[in-house]
């Protein structure tokens, strides 16, 4: 009896271990495809830091990022993550303002350069959203081109987050900020 209840206890360990194991959140993640995320994930994320955001903006925010990244197979999740990071949670604390649509700093290499001015919105997610791709694929783009400086990108050569540490940004933590933020915006599998 003793040893069916050593048992027991060692296999349901063992199911328990796989258990967290398996809804253990990924190092690294890639730039194209992979995780989803929901709006009131996205949202909520970003309330935490951002009292004032307006819920109308943000759901608009939401679904241009939805529509270009199904379009052109990039992640939703890290390209909002990374407009996340990039706009301090839309407060656009840095040297890009709120007029330039810029969601990803493109053209901003320090705080005084403002960087590029996309006019809209959906505009400016498209290029984000396409200068993503030209780190992740090489597949051509699917949309009309908007990202000025798409060409500049050795095509491919940061398929995953952690990648775009010291390519897209100089910083060494860059991909793993970038995580942080998609680790609260994935939706946990539920597991059988």
């Not at 993503?132 to 783009?141: F, I, N, Q, W």
């Amino acid at each position: 009896m003793r040893y069916a209840i050593m048992i027991l206890l060692l296999s349901s360990a063992f199911v328990c271990d796989l258990g967290a194991e398996s809804t253990a959140q990924p190092e690294d993640l890639p730039v194209m495809g992979g995780e989803q995320t929901t709006f009131n994930r996205f949202y909520s994320h970003l309330r935490s830091k951002n009292d004032d955001l307006d819920v109308y903006y943000a759901r608009r925010l939401f679904e241009s990022y939805e529509a270009e990244c199904a379009a052109e197979g990039v992640s939703p999740v890290v390209a909002l993550s990374q407009m996340i990071h990039e706009t301090n949670y839309l407060l656009f604390t840095g040297a890009v303002r709120p007029t330039q649509y810029n969601y990803a700093g493109l053209g901003s290499t320090s705080e005084g350069t403002a960087g590029l001015n996309f006019g809209t919105m959906d505009r400016g997610v498209r290029a984000h959203v396409q200068h993503l791709k030209a780190y992740g694929s090489e597949d051509p783009l699917v949309g009309e081109l908007l990202d000025p400086r798409f060409r500049y990108v050795a095509r491919g050569s940061a398929p995953t987050v952690m990648a775009l540490a010291g390519k897209w940004a100089v910083d060494p933590e860059y991909g793993r900020k970038i995580l942080a933020h998609a680790h609260r915006l994935i939706v946990p599998v539920d597991l059988p």
